[in-house]
């Protein structure tokens, strides 16, 4: 790849983008154009349209987007299919129309259906009822990824999918509501240790089993995928089954999480399961060997990334 790109971030203030802003500043010769929302507002077309008039980027990185965990995608449903709606198709139509030549469009595991063979592989998608709590978000996910795609076989665009399992590190959520669920865990356990509490509460049944990612490692695999060339992406890929999964490989259950969580922060109350509280969908592991076949592992144990997101949940919030 040209090492001499013109690379627009979007959404270089949330945990991913911010990530991939330190994975890119790591390389030489790239030149990266950010945007808060103050400056640009993605669900505006007339401003996106104007950006990329302006400043025609060779690359795009494709991580705003409204997120948030399953309290929040099932009380905020219209805004979370809306605004990412919008969001996607202002930024993917607009890079065509200015030329870009490349972009990545980060999604999400929930696009799988709730009841997926696990792990779920790529060629699930479609297959399944999701998941009621966050479809609609999922829907606006599977949406992006079609753009790319139909822009790929209209246009001849090289326009690429990641789908990452759930993500956590440096610059995460810690809403006590809306958060993902290892953020909340991390924050609630913080406090029940600060307040000499006997107990923690967790939501659910503590049954369900999920997989998470070290943020830092999704930052190295998208840029690793943006960087293949094309004929290395199409040799792993389909044209209208071209998203790639992101995971480590491995997941345990909520219960499990909550207990590493405590062990991290150093809280020895017990742990108690509030079942009135949804669960979700009972098990998310991505299959990752379509990436794997690409050469790319990630490098950050739950423990180890546990410790760094602690670290910076202490020296942040």
């Given at each position: ?8 971030v979007?959404?270089h203030?949330?945990m991913?983008?911010?990530?991939i802003c ?55 449903p ?24 490349r972009?990545?469009?980060l999604g ?13 592989s ?9 998941e ?15 753009l ?45 240790k ?19 990612l ?33 995971g ?36 998310k ?9 690409l ?5 950050v144990?739950?423990?180890e ?13």
């Amino acid at each position: 790849m040209d090492m001499h790109q013109k690379i627009y971030v979007a959404g270089h203030r949330g945990m991913v983008g911010a990530a991939i802003c330190r994975a890119l500043g790591r390389r030489d010769g790239h030149r990266l154009i950010t945007k808060s929302r103050a400056e640009l507002d993605l669900t505006d077309q007339a401003q996106v349209r104007a950006f990329f008039q302006a400043e025609r980027p060779d690359q795009v990185y494709l991580a705003a987007a409204k997120v948030g965990g399953i309290h929040a995608n099932d009380t905020y449903p219209a805004e979370f299919i809306y605004d990412n709606l919008l969001i996607e198709a202002n930024v993917i139509h607009q890079a065509f129309s200015a030329g870009v030549r490349r972009l990545l469009f980060l999604g999400s595991s929930c696009i799988y259906p709730r009841l997926a063979s696990q792990p779920m592989s790529e060629e699930a998608l479609l297959t399944g009822l999701l998941e009621s709590t966050n479809e609609p978000y999922a829907i606006a996910k599977i949406a992006g990824i079609k753009l790319c795609e139909s822009y790929n076989r209209q246009y001849g665009t090289d326009y690429r999918s990641v789908m990452p399992t759930n993500l956590y590190g440096p610059g995460d959520n810690y809403h006590p509501e809306n958060s993902h669920v290892l953020p909340a865990l991390l924050r609630r356990t913080h406090e029940a240790k600060v307040n000499a509490s006997p107990e923690l509460v967790i939501w659910g049944t503590g049954t369900p089993r999920r997989e998470f990612l070290y943020v830092d490692d999704m930052a190295a695999a998208s840029v690793h995928v943006m960087e293949l060339d094309h004929a290395t992406y199409a040799a792993y890929t389909k044209p209208m089954s071209s998203h790639i999964n992101v995971g480590c490989g491995e997941d345990l259950s909520i219960g499990e999480l909550a207990a590493l969580v405590c062990e991290t922060v150093g809280y020895t109350g017990r742990i108690v399961y509030d079942t009135s509280k949804p669960d979700g969908t009972p098990r998310k592991l991505m299959n990752s060997e379509r990436l794997r076949g690409l050469g790319w592992r990630p490098r950050v144990s739950l423990k180890e990334g546990l410790a760094l997101a602690y670290q910076d949940f202490i020296a942040n919030y």
